[in-house]
């Protein structure tokens, strides 16, 4: 073996010890709690950690018989079910307009869409609270789904006008020639063509919304609670029950990576084509 090819060798065994090393130092958080969400107490607190013991599903059991956690896990599910459809019904249209629109003040209507999401939520939380008291939107489904929808809608509008951009406007001018209006060119023509970017989308603003923290644990009480905030119900002034907060993000994170596994394929092509096939 000569030494060129020694060395190539050599830096491909470097580069694929890096790439497990990193992959192991990335994922050991999520090993570590969801083996502590199968750990009684004694063992989710034990030190040093102990990498051996008996699996349990006390920690499921007690907070699936909890109906506070249940009732959090539902409204989680309301809220952010909710911002898709809402985002998705206001900000396409509001999209296709911007990326069909050849006007100078396109680009700053595009900034100050953006601007939204520049602006930092918790110099927001006083005057949305204060907003909220007199609305007597506190703890309610849809104050909280207003408030998402402020941060939901700017990431609607700036993924799919990307994609509108990509779909040729002659596609549309010859269905309106085939009798098509507007409307119907574009439900039957431009929509079909961004079916998978309009999926990525839907996924990144479901995500967006169930781990949404700040404004949920400010404006919510009990009755709109989320499960994301309902963690908090395990920290108390007497102790912390690990194995039950390890429980909870498991749950919380199961439905993303479940639902983000199942429609990966679209996720992936929307984000790389935009939906559309040359």
């Not at 090393?21 to 969801?34: H, M, Q, R, T």
């Not at 849809?142 to 799919?160: A, E, H, K, S, Y």
């Not at 603003?205 to 009755?223: D, G, K």
């Amino acid at each position: 073996m000569n030494r060129s090819l020694f060395k190539r060798y050599l830096s491909k065994i470097g580069c694929y010890a890096v790439t497990v090393a990193l992959i192991i130092f990335f994922l050991f958080p999520i090993y570590y709690i969801v083996t502590m969400a199968f750990k009684v107490d004694v063992d989710a607190m034990a030190y040093p950690p102990k990498w051996i013991f008996t699996p349990t599903l006390k920690n499921f059991v007690e907070i699936f018989q909890d109906g506070a956690l249940i009732k959090s896990l539902i409204n989680s599910v309301i809220v952010s079910s909710a911002c898709v459809l809402v985002g998705l019904a206001a900000g396409t249209p509001a999209a296709y307009a911007l990326s069909r629109l050849k006007c100078r003040w396109v680009s700053s209507v595009m900034f100050f869409i953006l601007a939204a999401r520049l602006i930092p939520p918790m110099s927001m939380l006083l005057p949305i609270f204060s907003l909220f008291v007199k609305l007597d939107l506190i703890d309610t489904h849809l104050g909280l789904i207003l408030l998402n929808l402020t941060f939901v809608l700017p990431l609607n509008v700036w993924m799919q006008k990307s994609f509108f951009d990509e779909v040729p406007r002659e596609m549309e001018e010859a269905a309106e020639i085939d009798g098509c209006t507007v409307i119907q060119a574009f439900v039957l023509v431009v929509l079909p063509l961004i079916a998978q970017a309009l999926v990525a989308t839907a996924i990144f603003s479901w995500i967006q919304a169930w781990n949404e923290y700040l404004f949920a644990l400010t404006v919510t009480r009990s009755n709109a609670r989320t499960i994301i905030v309902a963690v908090n119900n395990y920290i108390n002034f007497e102790q912390m029950q690990w194995g039950k907060i390890a429980a909870t993000s498991v749950i919380i994170s199961l439905p993303v990576m479940v639902f983000s596994f199942f429609v990966r394929k679209y996720l992936i092509s929307g984000l790389s084509a935009g939906g559309v096939k040359a």
